[in-house]
């Protein structure tokens, strides 16, 4: 399934993910800052599993609505090592 990937201007590390931009809804089209085009993919229920992004989850809701959103989290944390 060819489909885009658009990413939010004031939420960079959320993604929308359709076959087109028009099938996107404008209230999610215009919510934080509005989509800028990311990147084309060719999603496959074979695919490799991919970071932060579940392919079969993402071509059922692109079926089912006509879009998919997506977000990854990065964290980082501080460990401390014990002295003796």
């Known amino acids: 399934m060819k489909v885009?990937?658009?990413?939010?201007?004031?939420?960079?590390?959320?993604?929308?993910?359709?076959?087109?931009?028009?099938?996107i809804p404008k209230n999610i089209q215009?919510?934080?800052?509005?989509?800028t085009f990311f990147k084309e993919l060719d999603l496959?229920?074979?695919?490799p599993p991919r970071i932060a992004f579940d392919t079969n989850k993402a071509i059922a809701d692109i079926e089912k609505q006509g879009y998919h959103i997506s977000a990854?989290?990065?964290r980082f944390e501080?460990?401390?090592?014990?002295?003796?």
Request: a positive charge.
């Open 30 to 35: 215009t919510q934080f800052g509005g989509l």
């Open 44 to 47: 496959n229920l074979s695919d």
């Open 78 to 84: 501080e460990k401390s090592e014990k002295k003796n």
């Open 4 to 23: 885009q990937s658009y990413r939010y201007a004031k939420k960079q590390n959320t993604f929308v993910t359709a076959k087109a931009l028009t099938d």
């Open 72 to 74: 990854t989290e990065t």
